[in-house]
């Protein structure tokens, strides 16, 4: 053994992030923090940051300002965390380019915080309130994701400075047996979706007796309303790495991959610098802080298919084939990439590891419940007021997430049902959200955990538009292996899309109860076991509304265009008012004899905007389900139109 | 069609030959190819199958299989509407249609003078903000019929204001 131990290598890279810390510390400069992950940047944060530098620059100020990740907070990017001497830190919301100037000269020019567009303080203050009394900071717990939002993801050094990699140089003069038990005592499951044990999965691979084995973080983030695993990468990726190379340490794996899709570009790019800067500290590659212990890491780009998301369709996929998924077993972990020995995880999965390791598997079954231990990350997002990524203990029930947490369902809309786990989940109504969020509740209620996407759906979302969504979906990405999947879910798309067409048969529902089953049965991965999920639980808790659909012809949620129709209540109407007319696309506005206006049946796309541009004092657009409710009010003649002008 | 130019076919090489022939690298290698070009050719994919030693057929396959490849060269604004969960409920269909219906083109189409191209996505991570769409990588967030047509305006005008300073400048010059 040569006297250099891991933990003396990395003091001298601690050192010299502690160094860069207190040079800038020392500067009592103060410090402007954007959130820059994709959020971000698409609420504007780029343009403010901009607009930062330019105003610090004309007001000739001093400070520095600090690109970091995403605090899971999406409604109120672009978010700003201000930190000026002599005040607590402090979040601004929505800062738009001119808020940003505001802020340089109010609070850092002038010490005037601008109490009106501030967010909250995060810390004790008389003066400020503090993130921490509101419910969207305070039912948190962040162990994932705790530092997303304060470290700049392209910064190696920020992320050690916070406490980054001090567990891998800890963990790496343990046995590699020891770090293993540790996973298994804390009980983490997969967040990838099963919620297969992780420890268990990583003892069958380290018990292989092969040499060759390979650790596969899995980000292909295939739900088409989540982006959790994204967001993380972006804000957060050398804990993602630090996990990873844990668990080749701990199983013995000299290769790594992370699957990224190439959809992803801010992701693509935060990785691959992490990945260099690691390699450069020598974190990961060859002699791993000064051991024997070597492990190549790398980035595989997805090129988009849901099934790739599927472990088997994603080896397939890598080794440059179509993602097709394969008969297990032989599982990954027996039989991998290459024929080799292969460890998937999700990307929360292996952010998990350096906390528990870090603070012990006690510490981690402290939170969550006795067979769903830990926390878990959620983008919860739909019709909420407070959308963004949210990191809860397990456990905690949905009516807490979604009213209190994320503040309910705006414009005093009522709740209808929440979509939990995406194309592989389930619809769950009111009655369900007093439902515990765990692996083994959420199935029992006929949703699934999934990877964390929850989409909150108010009372204007018609459930069976919402099950054709999914189908159409599901039914595009099959992989197209077994018959089942790849014929019945089309049979399935087709019926629900005649439903909500007006077209649907009596004899529908029973129809697609029994193909929903016989599809289960008959597919042979995830895909297509789970695709008829969202059939299945809407049919189980919202059949009136189908049979809506069916009997009447009425879309009782008003979504579905083919059954309903816009019209315009003259009474309400205020004659000479033309609001509505700019907001039509297609000029299906027309005025009436005395000057009001009406919409042409015919013409209208049904895209609502004219319901949006009409005044609310007048609230005279309605919306109307059979559609053939709606009043049919004649064009005048165009001579008239004329006259009336 | 589009045709290759040698210039191209060099490129084509160029991007190729950074890669080991071995079967595992098709898949980076067409992601590079249609990084460069914005879509994969039938000659750049003929010449990938001659370097890994399998038929054009074969790579055709795979490509054909991912949804991130194209296989026509896209519009110089290329167009995508997020239909992503949260930007469906929110409305996303009305906006792929006005835009198709302001274009005269169908998803997965380009405009005849090549300048605009409509896709569709599925989230592209900011759904706090939906219905979202993208014109090449800027992301609009809270998109409405009336916003479609504002954008296409937008790069209409933009272009004619760059065809003016262009005539300007060659009269100068001349
Ligand atoms: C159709 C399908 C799509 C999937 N998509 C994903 C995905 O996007 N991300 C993910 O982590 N797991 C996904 N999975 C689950 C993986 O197959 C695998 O179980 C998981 O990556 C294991 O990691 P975990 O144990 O950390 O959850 C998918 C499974 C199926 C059947
Ligand atoms: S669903 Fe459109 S951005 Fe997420």
């Given at each position: 053994m040569s006297q250099t131990t891991p933990r003396i290598s990395f003091n001298a890279i601690r050192e010299q992030a502690e160094k860069r810390r207190k040079e800038l510390d020392e500067t009592g400069l103060p410090k402007v923090h954007i959130g820059m992950a994709t959020c971000g940047i698409a609420a504007g944060a780029l343009e403010t940051k901009t607009a930062f530098e330019q105003a610090l620059a004309d007001q000739n100020i001093a400070a520095r300002i600090h690109a970091v990740g995403c605090l899971g907070h999406c409604y109120a990017e672009p978010l700003v965390l201000v930190e000026n001497p002599g005040w607590p830190p402090i979040f601004y919301y929505g800062v738009t380019p001119g808020n940003a100037g505001m802020i340089v000269r109010?609070?850092?020019?002038?010490?005037?915080?601008l109490l009106e567009t501030l967010l909250g303080a995060t810390e004790p203050n008389d003066l400020i309130p503090q993130v921490k009394d509101f419910p969207r900071f305070a039912f948190e717990k962040k162990?994932?994701?705790?530092k997303s939002g304060f470290i700049?993801?392209?910064?190696v050094y920020d992320y050690i400075d916070h406490g980054g990699y001090e567990t891998l140089s800890a963990c790496l003069e343990k046995s590699p047996g020891d770090i293993l038990q540790e996973v298994v005592h804390s009980g983490l499951r997969g967040?990838?979706?099963?919620?297969?044990?992780t420890g268990t999965k990583w003892r069958l691979a380290r018990e292989a007796e092969i040499e060759h084995k390979v650790v596969i973080c899995?980000?292909?983030?295939?739900?088409?309303?989540?982006y959790m695993d994204r967001t993380i990468l972006e804000s957060n990726p050398h804990q993602v790495i630090e996990g990873m190379v844990l668990c080749a340490y701990a199983v013995g794996a000299s290769k790594g991959i992370i699957y990224?899709?190439?959809?992803?570009p801010l992701a693509v790019r935060v990785i691959t610098k992490a990945l260099q800067q690691a390699e450069g500290l020598g974190?990961?590659?060859?002699?791993?802080?000064?051991?024997d212990f070597s492990f190549d890491l790398s980035l595989f780009q997805g090129s988009?298919?849901?099934?790739?998301?599927?472990e088997t369709a994603m080896i397939q996929s890598i080794e440059g084939y179509r993602g097709v998924a394969q008969h297990r077993p032989p599982y990954p972990v027996e039989?991998?990439?290459?024929g080799w020995p292969t460890v998937i995880n999700n990307v929360k999965t292996f952010a998990s590891i350096a906390p528990i390791l870090e603070r012990g598997a006690e510490w981690y079954r402290s939170?969550?419940?006795?067979?769903?231990?830990g926390t878990a990350v959620f983008s919860v997002v739909g019709n909420v007021v407070h959308p963004g990524l949210v990191e809860i203990p397990m456990g905690v029930d949905l009516r807490t997430l979604i009213l209190e947490i994320c503040g309910g369902?705006?414009?005093?809309k009522a709740f209808k049902a929440v979509q939990i786990g995406g194309p592989s989940g389930g619809c769950l109504p009111e009655?369900?959200?007093?439902?515990?969020?765990d692996f083994d509740s959420l199935t029992e209620a006929g949703a699934m955990m999934g990877s964390g996407g929850i989409v909150v759906m108010d009372e204007d979302t018609c459930m069976v538009e919402v099950a054709r969504y999914f189908l159409d979906f599901t039914q595009k990405e099959s992989?197209?292996?077994?018959t089942f999947c790849r014929v019945g879910t089309k049979h399935l798309l087709g019926i629900l899309e005649r439903i909500t067409k007006?077209?649907?048969?009596?004899t529908d529902l029973k129809t697609l109860q029994e193909l929903s089953q016989d599809i289960k049965l008959g597919s042979l991965c995830g895909l297509g076991k789970t695709a008829p999920n969202p059939v299945i639980t809407s049919l189980r808790y919202f059949r009136e509304e189908y049979e809506a659909h069916i009997?009447?012809?009425?879309?009782p949620a008003k979504m579905c265009r083919s059954l309903t129709a816009f019209y315009i209540d003259l009474d309400k109407c205020a004659r000479?008012?033309?609001?509505c007319v700019g907001s039509c696309p297609v000029e299906a506005i027309f005025t009436t004899k005395d000057r009001k206006k009406a919409v042409d049946q015919i013409l209208?796309?049904?895209?609502g905007e004219c319901m949006v541009a009409c005044p609310v004092e007048y609230s005279a657009v309605k919306k109307i389900s059979p559609a053939q409710l709606a009043p049919i009010i004649p064009r005048p003649e165009k001579k008239e139109d004329k006259k009336a002008e | 069609m589009h045709e290759i130019s040698a210039e191209e076919q060099q490129q084509i090489a160029v991007c190729i030959g950074a890669?080991?022939?071995?079967?595992?690298s098709l898949v980076p290698i067409l992601q590079r190819i249609q990084d460069e070009f914005a879509y994969l050719s039938g000659e750049a994919m003929r010449k990938v199958a001659a370097h890994l030693g399998i038929t054009p057929g074969e790579v055709y396959s795979v490509a054909t299989f991912?949804?991130?490849?194209?296989f026509h060269p896209p519009g110089k604004h290329a167009i995508k509407v997020c239909l992503g969960t949260a930007c469906h409920v929110r409305g996303g269909e009305v906006i792929l249609e006005n835009f198709q219906r302001k274009l005269g083109i169908r998803e997965g189409q380009t405009t005849e003078d090549k300048e605009f191209s409509i896709d569709r996505v599925a989230c592209?991570?900011?759904?706090?903000?939906?219905p979202v769409a993208l014109l090449g990588d800027k992301v609009y967030g809270h998109m409405a019929p009336s916003k479609v047509e504002g954008l296409i305006l937008g790069i209409h005008l933009e272009k004619e204001r760059q065809e003016r300073e262009k005539a300007k400048h060659e009269s100068n010059n001349s």
């Open positions: 109010a609070f850092l020019r002038d010490g005037d915080p162990v994932i994701t705790q700049d993801p392209e910064d967040r990838g979706g099963a919620g297969f044990p899995n980000a292909d983030e295939g739900d088409p309303g989540a990224v899709r190439a959809e992803y974190l990961i590659g060859k002699n791993i802080l000064g051991t988009g298919a849901f099934v790739c998301g599927e039989k991998g990439l290459y939170m969550g419940t006795d067979k769903s231990p369902i705006p414009n005093k009655r369900f959200l007093d439902t515990p969020i992989c197209g292996k077994c007006g077209e649907g048969r009596e009997k009447e012809k009425r879309c000479g008012c033309d609001a209208c796309v049904k895209c | 890669f080991a022939p071995k079967r595992g991912y949804n991130q490849f194209r592209v991570g900011c759904c706090a903000l939906a």
